[in-house]
């Protein structure tokens, strides 16, 4: 794997702590991993990226060797305003007050809310095979929800999905992130047995599913006050996507995007969801030209 020469660090943001990564010299990157994933999604691009800049690859709240607390009645406690708000206090505790920002899939959702709840902190916003939750829950039909079934089923009322899931978590890897269009093949076996390992751990599934009922309850209500006031991304923003994933099945990322982000651009990538392990050349090409890094 790339990360040999990066740092291990885990840093208390308020009520969580936060374990990453961090390596290389530049501007300030930070990135953020999706479902059910760890920082490790970045391990085919952080050599390059170190090249050019400091290279932040963080745990989200619930994931990997995080900090997993229990959830509550309203699921504020994996809101993704409180996820945001632990990478925040990351990034200022290595005396970044402003960064760049790149994220997959639910870190992408973290990174929404960064966008709007710190705009002050986000230079510029790279999001990778998403589109706005609430507009994706606008849009549900049968074919979204058969191809994203875990976003129905991980918000079931606890305990059912964490019982279901907690008897087999390798069972749940296998076949959420291998039912796509490539399989299981884009996965390095170290990288896929991370993932597997921190599912494992107490409290992770847990975590994972609150993430999920934070994403069709509390999240919704912000983004739903922010589109009523008119409160949009304002920093420069790159959406990319996958040729063969869901995003581009079902939605017009672009489109989605300009509803809530003044400053939008992007393309589809020859890949499925799983950018940074799938693409990766491709991606580093559009993080060096979108980040303006110079070679």
């Known amino acids: 794997m790339s990360f040999e020469e990066f740092?291990?660090?885990?840093?208390?943001?308020?009520?969580?702590?936060?374990?990453?990564?961090?390596?290389?010299?530049?501007?300030?990157?930070l990135l953020l991993h999706g479902h059910p994933q760890t920082h490790m999604i970045w391990h085919r691009c952080v050599s390059?990226?170190?090249?050019?800049?400091?290279?932040?690859?963080?745990?989200?709240?619930?994931?990997?060797?995080?900090?997993?607390?229990?959830?509550?009645?309203?699921?504020?406690t994996y809101s993704k305003r409180a996820m945001a708000a632990d990478q925040v206090a990351v990034m200022k505790q290595f005396g970044f007050e402003?960064?760049?920002?790149?994220?997959?899939?639910?870190?992408?959702?973290?990174?929404?809310?960064?966008?709007?709840?710190?705009?002050?902190?986000?230079?510029?916003?790279?999001l990778l095979d998403i589109a706005p939750t609430l507009a994706m829950y606008e849009a549900t039909n049968r074919e979204?929800?058969?191809?994203?079934?875990?976003?129905?089923?991980?918000i079931q009322p606890e305990p059912l999905p964490e019982t279901l899931i907690g008897a087999h978590p390798d069972v749940y890897i296998e076949r959420?992130?291998?039912?796509?269009?490539?399989?299981?093949?884009?996965?390095?076996?170290?990288?896929?047995?991370?993932?597997?390992?921190?599912?494992?751990?107490?409290?992770?599934?847990?975590a994972m599913c609150e993430d999920y009922r934070a994403s069709a309850t509390i999240d919704l209500e912000h983004d739903r006050a922010d589109i009523e006031r008119g409160h949009k991304i304002g920093c420069p923003m790159r959406v990319l996507w996958g040729d063969e994933g869901?995003?581009?099945?079902?939605?017009?990322?672009?489109?989605?995007?300009?509803?809530?982000?003044?400053?939008?651009?992007?393309?589809s990538l020859p890949c499925g969801h799983y950018i940074p392990e799938e693409a990766s050349d491709q991606l580093v090409m559009e993080m060096l030209s979108f980040f303006e890094a110079v070679e």
Do not use: N
């Not at 800049?53 to 509550?72: C, E, H, M, N, Q």
């Not at 899939?105 to 510029?124: I, N, S, T, Y």
């Not at 979204?144 to 991980?154: E, K």
């Not at 672009?254 to 992007?266: F, I, K, M």
């Open 7 to 29: 740092t291990p660090f885990r840093i208390a943001a308020g009520d969580v702590d936060i374990f990453g990564v961090k390596g290389g010299d530049g501007p300030p990157l």
């Open 48 to 76: 390059q990226l170190a090249k050019h800049f400091t290279v932040i690859a963080t745990d989200l709240r619930g994931y990997g060797a995080s900090g997993k607390p229990p959830g509550d009645p309203a699921h504020l």
């Open 98 to 126: 402003r960064f760049l920002l790149c994220a997959h899939d639910r870190g992408g959702r973290v990174a929404h809310r960064m966008a709007l709840d710190h705009p002050d902190a986000v230079e510029r916003l790279m």
């Open 144 to 154: 979204f929800a058969t191809l994203y079934f875990h976003w129905f089923f991980l």
């Open 176 to 206: 959420v992130m291998g039912g796509r269009h490539a399989g299981l093949a884009p996965f390095a076996p170290e990288a896929l047995d991370a993932y597997k390992h921190a599912l494992r751990q107490p409290g992770a599934v847990h």
């Open 246 to 267: 869901v995003i581009e099945k079902c939605f017009d990322p672009l489109t989605e995007w300009r509803h809530v982000a003044r400053d939008v651009s992007g393309r």
